[in-house]
C-alpha cells in the first residue's frame, strides 16, 4: 500500500486537497466495510447498511484492483468478494442484498418463506452483471483465478437460466414482488408481476432499478447495455479460459440477442436533441425519458463498456446533462444528476464522478474532482445526494460506493486505467 501511495502522492503533487479526500474514501471501504469470512469468502456491507448488495460491494472493490497487481493479499481480498457474490447467487439469483449470516435480517418480511441470508429480494438486472464484472477485471488485470471456483459456475448457469427467462416475463417468469404499506416505488404492481412488457424483444425484464426502486416500465436499458457488455466478458472467459465452448456459444448469442433488442427497441427520436437511448421502454413504443444517478445509468454506457450507435450516445449525453433530464439539476453548489430515489433538487456524487469518467476532456475532470470536494458538507467523504444549493444538506453520511467513485475518477485522471 505504501508503494501504491507514493506513486499516486506524486502524480497528485500539485492537488494535496484532491489527494486528502482520496486517502480518506480509499481506505474508507478498506477499513470500515470489509468483513473477512473463515470460508475464504469477504462480506462487504454497504456503510450504514449491514448488508452486502452485489452491485454495490462490485464498486466498492474496484479501485483496489490498482493496488492489487502488486498485492497478493489485497488481490486475494478481491476474489474473496466475488467467491461472496458467487455464493449469494448460488442461494437466490432474483435477490439483490445478503446478510452475512442466515439470521433472517431484512429490509422488510416481504415473503413469509424469505430465505435467511437475504436481506432484500428485489430483482435488478445489474445485480447478476456486476459480480461478472469484478470476477473478469481482477483476471484481465491481475491474472488471478482463484475467483473461478464451482459457485462461480454454478452461478453463471443460474444467470444464463434467468436473464433467458427474463426475456420472456409475462408467459415464464414466477418471480413476484410485494410490499405491504410500502411507497408506489417499493413494490411491484399487478400483484406483484411488475410492469407489463412485450415478451420475445430479444431484452431483459427488470423489476427494479440499481437505484432499488421500481421499474416505470419493465426494459430497462442501461442494465441491458450491461448484459451485452458482460456477455462478452463471458464469451473470452470461456474462449481463453475456460475453453467452454457451450458457453462461450451461450454468451455470444444471448450478447448479439440483447445488443440487437437494445438498438432496436431502446432508442427513441425527441425534437430537440434527435434520436436518443431511452432509459426505460415496455416493448410497445412507451418510453421514458430520463436518467438515475445510480450505475447502470444511460450516462455510464461508454464506462460500463458498452459503445452504441456514436451519434444517438452523443445526442443522449447531451439530453442528460440537460434540463430535458427530470432528475439533472441545478445549484449553487453544483449541477448535476440525481435520483427519484432522492428528494427533488439533490445531485448524487456518484453521476458526478460518471460525468467525468465518461468526459474526454481532463479539464472536466478536475473540475468535476474539485466540485465533489467542495461538497462533502464538511465531512471528508462523499455522500448519496446533496442539495444542489446547500452541500450541508445530504443524504447517508456514510455511503462507500459514492467514495469509490470519487476514488475512481481521482485515479482516471491521474491516468491510471483497467484494462477490459
Known amino acids: 500500500m505504501d508503494n501504491f501511495f507514493e506513486q499516486v502522492r506524486k502524480r497528485a503533487a500539485d492537488y494535496p486537497e484532491l489527494l486528502e479526500i482520496f486517502e480518506n474514501c480509499y ?212 474462449r481463453e479460459l475456460f475453453h467452454d465452448e457451450q458457453m462461450e456459444k451461450d454468451a455470444k448469442l444471448l450478447k448479439e440477442q440483447v445488443r440487437e433488442a437494445v438498438e432496436k427497441e431502446g432508442r427513441a427520436n425527441t425534437e430537440e436533441f434527435g434520436m436518443v437511448y431511452a432509459y426505460e421502454t415496455d416493448g410497445y413504443g412507451m418510453y421514458n425519458l430520463m436518467d438515475d444517478a445510480n450505475v447502470p445509468s444511460l450516462l455510464g454506457m461508454e464506462y460500463l463498456g458498452y459503445h452504441g450507435d456514436k451519434e444517438t450516445m452523443e445526442n443522449t449525453r447531451k439530453f442528460l446533462l440537460s434540463d430535458g433530464n427530470p432528475y439533472y439539476f441545478k445549484g449553487t453548489k453544483a449541477a448535476g444528476i440525481g435520483s427519484a430515489h432522492t428528494r427533488s433538487g439533490y445531485i448524487w456524487h456518484i453521476a458526478m464522478a460518471v460525468q467525468g469518467l465518461t468526459s474526454d476532456s481532463r479539464e472536466e475532470k478536475l473540475q468535476i474532482l474539485k466540485n465533489m470536494v467542495a461538497t462533502t458538507g464538511g465531512k471528508g467523504v462523499m455522500h448519496e445526494g446533496f442539495l444542489c444549493d446547500d452541500d450541508s444538506k445530504f443524504t447517508r453520511e456514510w455511503f462507500s460506493w459514492a467514495n469509490a467513485m470519487y476514488v475512481e475518477l481521482f485515479l482516471d485522471y491521474l491516468g491510471y486505467r483497467l484494462e477490459r
Open 27 to 238: 481506505m474508507n471501504t478498506l477499513n470500515t466495510t470489509i468483513r473477512e469470512q473463515g470460508d475464504g469468502t469477504v462480506h462487504v456491507i454497504t456503510g450504514d447498511i449491514p448488508a452486502m448488495w452485489l452491485r454495490d460491494s462490485t464498486a466498492q472493490v474496484r479501485p483496489y484492483i490498482f493496488w492489487a497487481k502488486e498485492d497478493d493479499k489485497i488481490r486475494e481480498m478481491i476474489a474473496g468478494v466475488v467467491k461472496r457474490q458467487f455464493k449469494y447467487i448460488c442461494i437466490d439469483e432474483y435477490a439483490n442484498a445478503f446478510n452475512e449470516r442466515d439470521n433472517g435480517a431484512c429490509w422488510e418480511k416481504d415473503d413469509p418463506d424469505q430465505n435467511p441470508w437475504v436481506w432484500e429480494r428485489k430483482f435488478e438486472v445489474d445485480s447478476l452483471c456486476y459480480p461478472v464484472q469484478l470476477a473478469y477485471l481482477l483476471w484481465k488485470n491481475t491474472g488471478c483465478t482463484s475467483q473461478f471456483d464451482e459457485n462461480f459456475h454454478k452461478g453463471v448457469e443460474k444467470i444464463f437460466h434467468v436473464f433467458k427467462t427474463e426475456q420472456f416475463h409475462e408467459e415464464k417468469s414466477e418471480y413476484r414482488f410485494r410490499r405491504q404499506n410500502a411507497f408506489f416505488r417499493d413494490t411491484l404492481s399487478r400483484d406483484g408481476k411488475g410492469a407489463l412488457v412485450k415478451s420475445g424483444t430479444g431484452l431483459i425484464w427488470s423489476g427494479f432499478r440499481p437505484s432499488d426502486d421500481a421499474c416505470t416500465y419493465g426494459y430497462l436499458i442501461p442494465s441491458n447495455m450491461f448484459v451485452v457488455v458482460i456477455m462478452g466478458y463471458l464469451e473470452e472467459l470461456a
